[in-house]
């Protein structure tokens, strides 16, 4: 597997919730924490969650992640027009002794 | 404030080489793990090298082992990668990311990247 299965895109509405999966495999999921980078157009990545459900400091708390065997997602609650970004999630793989990141989830606010 | 700051990025034919370094500030950058990230014209990001702080462990992506070196200088405080025969698709942003010092593998701290384009 040379990358976690992301939705292409989301589109929603101000207010909406939005949820993003991001799916893998033993190898990477299934053994290690799952982040995920925000990516503004535009601009370099940042950080956004970290250890599965961790938010860094100044991240709002409508930004939540999960993870369940070898799947995660990012939760968007009350979304705004400043979320409209690239979501991506990532994790390490022991099998390839590297980083695996999903595709990318372009996220539209309507 | 802790910064990352790349360079080196220019236009290089197929075949040629180039080192990218990155300035750390902010931090104690000898005690932590750092990583080399790109991303090709619109598209998704990719991993492509780690070392350790002790530069003891380093792992490569596949698509640039045997091309790339990553090394780093804790007088300098600065990481580096030297690409060598370079292909049309190491065509990318190259970002320097921090390593999070944690039990588990997170990157935390992203550079703002610096462009490389091979092309004829």
């Known amino acids: 597997q040379s990358v976690l299965t992301q939705p292409p895109s989301a589109s929603h509405t101000p207010g909406q919730r939005v949820t993003i999966s991001c799916s893998g495999s033993s190898s990477n999921i299934g053994r290690n924490v799952v982040n995920w980078y925000q990516q503004l157009p535009g601009t370099a990545p940042t950080l956004l969650i970290y250890k599965n459900d961790q938010r860094p400091s100044g991240v709002p708390d409508r930004f939540s992640g999960s993870k369940s065997g070898t799947s995660a997602s990012l939760a968007i609650s009350g979304l705004q027009s400043e979320d409209e970004a690239d979501y991506f999630c990532a994790a390490w793989d022991d099998s390839l002794d590297g980083y695996l990141f999903g595709i990318g989830t372009k996220v539209t606010v309507l | 404030e802790v910064q990352l700051v790349e360079s080196g990025g220019a236009v290089v034919q197929p075949g040629g080489s180039l080192r990218l370094s990155c300035a750390a500030s902010?931090?104690?950058?000898?005690?932590?793990?750092m990583n080399w990230v790109r991303q090709a014209p619109g598209k998704g990001l990719e991993w492509v090298s780690y070392i350790s702080s002790s530069r003891r462990t380093i792992h490569y992506a596949d698509s640039v082992k045997g091309r790339f070196t990553i090394s780093r200088d804790h007088v300098k405080n600065s990481l580096y990668l030297h690409m060598d025969s370079l292909r049309v698709e190491d065509t990318a942003i190259y970002y320097c990311?921090?390593?999070?010092?944690?039990?588990?593998?997170?990157?935390?701290?992203w550079g703002k990247g610096t462009s490389v384009t091979v092309s004829s």
């Open positions: 990311v921090r390593e999070m010092q944690s039990s588990s593998p997170v990157m935390d701290v």
């Open positions: 902010g931090f104690s950058f000898s005690s932590y793990e």
